[in-house]
């Protein structure tokens, strides 16, 4: 959106994260080629801004990226006229893209896949001749993602409409505003995650909101079962435990907010709490199969976690205990993996492979978690 307003934006408060650098430099450079590396939202928004821009574009990624779907996504530009070509493999990146001017109309898109589909077109909607109409069919899910998207656009000027499930954007100029960005509610997850496996404490996290347009702000409700009240303050929420209740069993679903289960599924096995968790099925196409990778690095903590249907996480609250055994989890490439893994220390030594994965969406996260007394250092082994 700062880009499509011609730069006329002020943003405070942007993420220092691998994702925001990357969608900097794609955005004010001037390459032919841009590598996104595993920035799954910048290869969707930029396929979409590109399509719009003057010039020809390469946009290409990491191994896992090629392997991600786009299809859909492409498939819609193609049709208000966009000229996009696959580099390798037909439906996935790379992608070759020659900006014109498009018009707009009307046209379907399954909401069922991803919200960030959905987000890249409704932006360049405005630019579109004729604004824009979509019809989202099937079972939408991650709305808050979209209602995100839609508020920030109405923030900046936009006139829009939701109605069912139909949006409609009329062709429109972004408004210059000054923007101050909320911190991210999905890495205070893992601070809510680490207060749940404390027997009473307290944490200050900043520049978060009650208000927040971020549907992950649910955080806030979910771990009142975890004894956890979240006061805001100012710009700052604190969290504050007094006991150490938890629920019997959690049943949970995730079709808003999948972003957030990794933390959940990890805190449950750490708090020996049986789940049944829904709303999944786009895991396995995030930075990785986040279902196999949750059911691999949990079972190195005697968990078995089973999958009962597409979608879906089950565990019965049995472990099968491994004594004096150092657990030494991958990541796959997925910062939230490392992220949502590294709580299990307050139990016991751990060892986490590629550490680093972390600066795609909190890059100062093992030396936060030193100021709050974590011994982190190389394994040199």
Same mark, same amino acid.
């Given at each position: 959106?700062?880009?499509?307003?011609?730069?006329?934006?002020?943003?405070?408060?942007?993420?220092?994260?691998?994702?925001?650098?990357?969608?900097?430099?794609?955005?004010?450079?001037?390459?032919?080629?841009?590598?996104?590396?595993?920035?799954?939202?910048?290869?969707?928004?930029?396929?979409?801004?590109?399509?719009?821009?003057?010039?020809?574009?390469?946009?290409?990624?990491?191994?896992?990226?090629?392997?991600?779907?786009?299809?859909?996504?492409?498939?819609?530009?193609?049709?208000?006229?966009?000229?996009?070509?696959?580099?390798?493999?037909?439906?996935?990146?790379?992608?070759?893209?020659?900006?014109?001017?498009?018009?707009?109309?009307?046209?379907?898109?399954?909401?069922?896949?991803?919200?960030?589909?959905?987000?890249?077109?409704?932006?360049?909607?405005?630019?579109?001749?004729?604004?824009?109409?979509?019809?989202?069919?099937?079972?939408?899910?991650?709305?808050?993602?979209?209602?995100?998207?839609?508020?920030?656009?109405?923030?900046?000027?936009?006139?829009?409409?939701?109605?069912?499930?139909?949006?409609?954007?009329?062709?429109?100029?972004?408004?210059?505003?000054?923007?101050?960005?909320?911190?991210?509610?999905?890495?205070?997850? @893992?601070?809510?995650?680490?207060? &749940? *496996? =404390?027997?009473?404490?307290?944490?200050?996290?900043? $520049?978060?909101?009650?208000? +927040?347009?971020?549907?992950?702000?649910?955080?806030?409700?979910?771990?009142?079962?975890?004894?956890?009240?979240?006061?805001?303050?100012?710009?700052?929420?604190?969290?504050?435990?007094?006991?150490?209740?938890?629920?019997?069993?959690?049943?949970?679903?995730?079709?808003?907010?999948?972003?957030?289960?990794?933390?959940?599924?990890?805190?449950?096995?750490?708090?020996?709490?049986?789940?049944?968790?829904?709303?999944?099925?786009?895991?396995?196409?995030?930075?990785?199969?986040?279902?196999?990778?949750?059911?691999?690095?949990?079972?190195?903590?005697?968990?078995?976690?089973?999958?009962?249907?597409?979608?879906?996480?089950?565990?019965?609250?049995?472990?099968?205990?491994?004594?004096?055994?150092?657990?030494?989890?991958?990541? @796959?490439?997925?910062?939230?993996? &490392? *992220? =949502?893994?590294?709580?299990?220390?307050?139990?016991? $030594?751990?060892?986490?492979? +590629?550490?680093?994965?972390?600066?795609?969406?909190?890059?100062?996260?093992?030396?936060d978690l030193v100021q709050t007394g974590y011994i982190v250092?190389?394994?040199?082994?």
């Amino acid at each position: 959106m700062h880009a499509l307003s011609d730069y006329n934006q002020t943003i405070e408060n942007l993420s220092d994260s691998d994702d925001t650098i990357v969608m900097k430099k794609a955005l004010s450079g001037k390459n032919q080629i841009i590598d996104i590396g595993h920035a799954g939202t910048a290869m969707r928004f930029l396929t979409a801004y590109f399509s719009i821009m003057p010039g020809e574009k390469i946009i290409t990624g990491s191994e896992r990226m090629k392997q991600r779907p786009i299809k859909i996504l492409v498939d819609a530009l193609i049709s208000l006229g966009a000229e996009i070509e696959y580099v390798g493999n037909e439906g996935f990146p790379p992608l070759k893209i020659k900006g014109k001017n498009l018009k707009g109309g009307k046209i379907e898109l399954n909401g069922g896949v991803s919200s960030q589909y959905i987000s890249a077109l409704l932006m360049i909607a405005p630019i579109l001749k004729g604004g824009l109409t979509l019809h989202l069919t099937g079972n939408v899910i991650s709305r808050s993602y979209i209602e995100l998207t839609l508020k920030l656009m109405q923030q900046s000027g936009i006139s829009l409409s939701w109605k069912k499930s139909e949006i409609h954007v009329d062709e429109q100029s972004y408004n210059s505003e000054r923007f101050f960005v909320e911190s991210d509610w999905t890495a205070a997850s @893992y601070w809510y995650e680490m207060l &749940a *496996l =404390s027997d009473s404490g307290s944490i200050i996290l900043k $520049n978060l909101h009650s208000e +927040s347009l971020q549907g992950d702000s649910i955080l806030t409700s979910w771990f009142k079962s975890f004894n956890i009240k979240s006061e805001f303050k100012g710009d700052d929420v604190i969290l504050e435990k007094t006991n150490s209740l938890v629920p019997k069993n959690l049943k949970l679903n995730f079709t808003e907010n999948p972003d957030l289960a990794q933390t959940m599924v990890v805190l449950c096995v750490l708090k020996n709490i049986p789940f049944h968790f829904t709303g999944l099925k786009t895991l396995k196409i995030k930075e990785t199969d986040r279902i196999f990778a949750l059911q691999t690095e949990l079972a190195k903590l005697g968990a078995k976690i089973t999958e009962p249907t597409q979608g879906e996480l089950s565990w019965d609250g049995s472990l099968t205990l491994k004594k004096d055994y150092l657990p030494c989890f991958s990541t @796959y490439n997925d910062h939230r993996m &490392a *992220l =949502s893994l590294a709580p299990v220390a307050m139990y016991q $030594n751990i060892i986490i492979d +590629s550490p680093e994965v972390v600066t795609k969406s909190y890059p100062l996260f093992f030396k936060d978690l030193v100021q709050t007394g974590y011994i982190v250092r190389e394994n040199k082994n």
